[in-house]
Nanobody
Framework: QVQLVESGGGLVQAGGSLRLSCAAS????????MGWFLQTPGKERVFVAS????????DYADSVKGRFTISRDNAKNTVYLQMNSLKPEDTAVYYC???????????????????WGQGTQVTVSS
């Protein structure tokens, strides 16, 4: 069992930056593949980024490549999403997710994740 708590969301102007954090409980954080997803009203959750258990491999949605960076600190049980060059269309609730996995590969399908945080709102003004 793992609990996830996101932080770092807020209101930012277009072109600005935010850094989201997701703190996980438990002692086996390094056994989990981690992901970030976004959701807008009335729509399904959409993949943003994923990072392997060791942090050695990442995957990104095409819409955020070159602007967002996912990273993790297993000693601090925390995964991050650095968001640069933000656009109004990035506005959404961002969720952190964890998947206990024996495979050290990024995971893009939200249905494969076992645990979810409560979400943090990111609003980008034009």
């Amino acid at each position: 069992q793992v609990q996830l708590v996101e932080s770092g969301g807020g209101l930012v102007q277009a072109g600005g930056s935010l850094r989201l954090s997701c703190a996980a409980s438990g002692r086996t954080f390094s056994s989990y593949v981690m992901g970030w997803f976004l959701q807008t009203p009335g729509k399904e959750r959409v993949f943003v980024a994923s990072i392997t258990r060791s942090g050695g491999s990442t995957d990104y949605a095409d819409s955020v490549k070159g602007r967002f960076t996912i990273s993790r600190d297993n000693a601090k049980n925390t995964v991050y999403l650095q968001m640069n060059s933000l656009k109004p269309e990035d506005t959404a609730v961002y969720y952190c997710a964890a998947k206990f996995s024996s495979l050290n590969l990024p995971i893009t399908d939200p249905r494969k994740y076992n645990y979810w945080g409560q979400g943090t709102q990111v609003t980008v003004s034009s």
